[in-house]
């Protein structure tokens, strides 16, 4: 078959498209290469855009996750939370990827999306310890969010820059911290020909390495510590000094040959973390002390070093050690002399899965850190860890100290709580920011128990209220007598004493005084007012009122000790009533003859009356009057045949009111 022209175009076409495709695939790939180099290089600056491109010429799951993973690693969250996106719509995520996007998406405040991935990343490893902590941060970020610790948070302007500022401390009245602002004046020359090193760069930012700077107190007049011992080509920061101010500890990273390969312009070398000890002798001049004997900068990281006022305890960070939990975990080695001994890990308490970073004591003992592996809002979150009886009780700083973002680098600093955040509206990428916490209001002073005894007298019979009632309270202790009079009401008051013993009196003209109304106070703790409510009972005249077991021997007249006690109680009536006028009157039966009995009634008056007058009645108050048989109260009268209990019911000694 022949072909025709426009057969012959076809092939042709698709072998250009074949060929464009081609194309794409393999700039696709190109870019993908430049950008893994880069990324294996730590220069992640770099690698974002080269990923970015490698996606669109061919979408990928390896270029979206490493693209992904170059805006987390340099905490660009919503570009990361974008890529991350587009990782899970290729479905070819890993679950450490799922797990990295829940982490964007809480940095992003996106609690609810977050806690959705980690259940499902949960349902295929439902024991991961950092995916539970995170989800109980999930949970709780509404509550911290919503309840804020009281207190003033300040970003320390002075001393914040566009870059990166943090690890603050002081030292004879400055403050040294870490920064990754220009550094120009650091040594003159490298160790050996690498163009990273001759630009003063650190690719992981793009920005210098961190050195550390002081600061006259806020004041913006910021300079570098002394270059050599402290300040070298690369990272210092994080430093730590003991109480005399003599030592000093700092995080450095510098480069070291790897036994067995040449270090030179094209090797790829990680620089790892390790502490640095300088002390001052005796010309006030620092000297680097010998190597601490935990750091291996070819196996390991050992960095974010804080000493003991006493100098004994440094406590710091690294990626690997004995009972590793995770990421970073903080470790404390105890001084002896000279010697170190091996590092101890702080437990799975306060070390989690997660990165443990940047740990400090305040003066009472109690811990603070950063953590990503404990319950958080998000990133690194500040916990303070007390010690207690089994353990340590750690608690969440919660909010404004802690954000969705990184909050690190604790400091305790005179009454604040410094730290260090990149979260929005600060002046760089990390800021440091002062925290003082409100001081709560002083209690009120809580008053004193009030304690109070009031009532109201009524009158008996009609239970109307008695107004001008002298009511008196007695203390039984001090002897103190306070007097009210009732008011139109009946009602009366009295303040009390906690623990008082008291007695209340009542008394009103032409009413029976009430005495002897006995009443504790002791038990009571909390403010009471005991009531007592009396009922007073008119005095009638001239009516005639019955002493019960008033009884004298047959034929006699003496005051018998059985008859002696029912007169004390007229005694005290007597005394309660002390205007009262009465007459004693004795009583007979009619057995013995009429003249007899007048007499013997006379006699047992008047010795009733002199028992009351030796007790201290006033005798011009007393008549004695004997009745004799005259006023029987049965029908016995002579020569009635009666029972004994009738004739004794005639045998009565009696008294009635003459005056009021």
Known sequence: ???????????????????????????????????????????FEKAKPLFEKAFRKKPSAKAAQGAADSYRLTKDYQQAEIWYAHLWETQGYTPADELHYAAILMNNGKYEVAASHLQHYLLADSGNKLALQMQEGCRMAATWLGQPVKGTLE????????????????????????????????????????????????????????????????????????????????????????????????AITTLKKRPGSALGKDS???????????????????????????????????????????????YFVSNTGPGQQGGTDIYYAVKTGNSWSNPVNMGPQINTPGNE????????????????????????????????????????????????????????????LYFASNRDGGKGSDDIYRFIKATPPAPKPTPAPQFSISGIVTDRASNRPIPQVAVSLTHKITGNVIQVMTSDNGQYQFPADSGGVYELSYVKSKYTAINHDTLSLKGYTTSVDIKRDKQ????????????????????????????????????TLLQDNPTWEIELGAHTDSRANDAFNMGLSQRRAAATVAYLVKKGINAQRLTAKGYGETKLVNHCANGVKCTEAEHLANRRTEFIILKL
């Open 357 to 416: 970073r940047t740990p400090t004591f305040d003066a009472a003992g109690n811990l603070y850190f950063a953590s990503d592996g404990h319950p958080g809002l998000g990133g690194l979150d500040i916990f303070k860890a007390t010690q207690q009886a089994g353990g340590w009780n750690i608690v969440h700083q919660g909010v404004p100290i802690n954000s969705r973002y990184d909050d690190f680098a604790p400091a305790l600093l005179d009454s604040a």
């Open 155 to 250: 970003n320390m302007q002075a001393l914040n820059s566009p870059y990166s500022d943090w690890s603050i401390t002081r030292y004879h009245n400055k403050y040294i911290f870490a920064s990754d602002r220009p550094f120009r004046e650091v040594l003159k020359s490298a160790f050996f020909e690498n163009e990273n090193i001759k630009k003063k760069m650190y690719t992981w930012t793009g920005n210098s390495y961190l050195h550390l700077y002081e600061s006259n107190g806020d004041s913006t007049d910021i300079k570098p510590l002394e270059k050599k011992t402290i300040n070298g080509a690369y990272h210092s920061s994080n430093a730590s000094y003991n109480g005399n101010g003599n030592t000093m500890y700092l």
């Open 536 to 571: 007073m009972e008119q005095t009638p005249l001239h009516v005639p009122f019955k002493l019960d077991n008033i009884y004298f021997d047959l034929g006699k007249s003496d005051i018998r000790p059985d008859a002696a006690r029912e007169l004390d109680k007229l005694v």
């Open 1 to 43: 078959m022949k072909l025709t022209g426009q057969s012959k175009f076809v092939p042709y076409l698709l072998l250009l498209m074949a060929g464009a495709g081609f194309s794409r695939q393999a700039k696709a790939q190109y870019a993908y290469r430049e950008a893994l180099n880069a990324y294996q290089l730590y220069n």
């Open 268 to 314: 790829i070398l990680t620089m790892n973390i390790s502490v640095k000890e300088i002390t001052l002798n005796d010309q006030q001049q620092w000297v680097v002390s010998p190597e601490l004997p935990f750091n291996a900068t070819l196996q390991y990281s050992v960095g974010d070093p804080w000493i003991s006022p006493a100098g004994d305890t440094l």
